[in-house]
Every structure is written in structure tokens, then in C-alpha cells.
């Protein structure tokens, strides 16, 4: 099962026999750096004194790793950034070699060695990964980028069944869903907060930005979960959530998605799938607003309960 970043990068683990095609393209420094955790001498590195725009990436599988609004002058001799490219594209471990504790940062893709991270950066993080100009190959903008530099081609679906909560939940678990966020749509205006929209006065859903690789999944198979998750017979309400920002309703992309919605919805209904007709709202997508960060990933962070069934079994 393919494994993605949030900032739509396949990030699956390679398999050592592809790793081992990639290592054979590279000379000896960069294979005892990469390989081996070695550490190219301070002052050095092709990269350290690099300013133009673009983007850093593992020399080994080409995967994005750290970007040049991040980069800053450390002092130090080697490529110093205060934050990853995305943080699921870096992975970290302990480093106890010459008798000192250091963290180790690593391709989480490939698992090549290209630095280690100190916490004597600059605002906002207060990071600094310091980095081997050897572990990367840098990406000037507008340069024609290889296929494994690239972001995978994805499609943006909404949902709003309810609380969103578990819809952001629910379809985090489908194959082939990149990222899900929590926000609010199809309103009367502008930058909404929680508070206005429980007020019922904004026109808002409560609604679930899915992004999704249609390689993997197609939108069809997205509505067939949803349709499990919820009630989508209720009228503005689900369960004890009662207001219209708890309304049934599919903010489709383009025309493709509103026709495929739409037979979706005749489908159900010519089957007889639920005992009351569907209330499901299917119209064209407006405005997105995300929701505070607190509603982000909240059944994860919380570990409550909400849309217990299960769409993907």
C-alpha cells in the first residue's frame, strides 16, 4: 500500500533492490556520506553558500526534502534549515556515535544518512538541520523536475455529513487519500469561525477537504464510503448534532464529479438502500475555509469516538 505525505509525495520505502539500482549511479563520496553516515568537511559543500529559489532534494530517490525559504547562515560550515520541506519526507534517530547524543536525520524514503538536527536554529522552530551538500541535489525554480521530484496527480473531493470530525476521520483510513481537512463551505461569508457557523446563521457545512490520488482510488469508491459514514437521510442534523451546519451534502470539483454524484445518489435511491429518502445536498464546491487548528486530526489527537462504522471494511 503506497505511503504519502501530506504535500502529496509518495513516500513509500523503497525496496532495496530498487535502492541499490539508485546507488549505483553514485560516486564513492557520495555513497560513504549517504551510506555510511559520513560527514563531509565544514566550508566544503557545493550547497552551503547556494541562495537562489527552489528545493532540495535527496540525491539518492529524488525525493523533496527541504526548501530554500528555509535555508538560513548558520556559521557552521555545512546547509543549515530551520524546517523540512514536509515533515513526513525527514525521519529522525538517535545518533550515540563519538560519545556524545545526537538525532540523526534521514530520507524517510530511502533511508540515505544526510545530516543531523540541533536545537540552536532560528525562529520559528528553533531547529537546525544541518545538512551534507552531498546527500542533496538542488532544484533551481522553474527547473524540469524528474518524475520521482514530482507530487503525485491529485483530485480534491468535499464531504459534509455531520460533524466533521469523523469524516476527516474516516476517510483518512482509504487507500489512496493523501491528506483530509477539516473546514467549512458553501456559506453566505467570509472566514467563518467555529462560533459562527454553530450560530446557524452563516449558511456553512461543516465539511471534509479529501485529496486523493484517483490512480489509487476513484471518486466513486470515495462516495461509497461516505454514504456508509453517515445518515444521509437526516435533514440538518446527524444523530444529537442538530443545525444546518450538520447537513448531508457532496461540493463537487468539476462536471465529472457533479454527474457521477448525482447517478450515485439515483442509485441509492432506486435500490432502496435506506428507508427515507436521501437528504444528501449535491451541488458545485465554493469556497473552502479551514477549520482551527484544534479541529485538525482531533479524533487522532483526542482518541474520541464519533461516525463509529467503519466505511472501508
Known sequence: MPTYSRAGYDITPLAAEAKKQLLEKLDEETIRITQNAGTERPFCGTLLD????????????????????????SGTGWPSFFSPFAKEHVATKEDTQFGMKRVEILCAKCDSHLGHVFEDGPKPTGKRFCLNSASLHFYEEGEELPTESKPVQTETAYFAGGCFWGIEHWFQKGKGVLNVESGYMQ??????????ICSGKTGHAETAKVMFDPKVISYESLLHAFFKMHDPTEVNRQGPDVGSQYR???????????????????????????????????????????AEEGHQDYIENTGRACHITNPWE
Do not use: M, R
Request: one cysteine or more; hydrophobic letters at 35%; proline letters at 5%.
Open 248 to 290: 448531508s451534502g457532496v461540493w463537487t470539483t468539476s462536471d465529472a464529479q457533479q454527474k457521477t454524484a448525482i447517478e450515485f445518489v439515483k442509485g441509492l435511491t432506486a435500490k432502496n438502500t435506506f428507508d427515507a429518502p436521501i437528504a444528501t445536498q449535491v451541488e458545485p464546491a465554493e469556497q473552502f475555509y479551514l
Open 50 to 73: 547556494n541562495k537562489k529559489d527552489g528545493f532540495y532534494a535527496c540525491v539518492v530517490c529524488g525525493l523533496p526534502l527541504f526548501a530554500s525559504d528555509h535555508k538560513f547562515t
Open 187 to 196: 456559506g453566505d461569508t467570509d472566514d467563518p469561525t467555529y462560533k459562527d
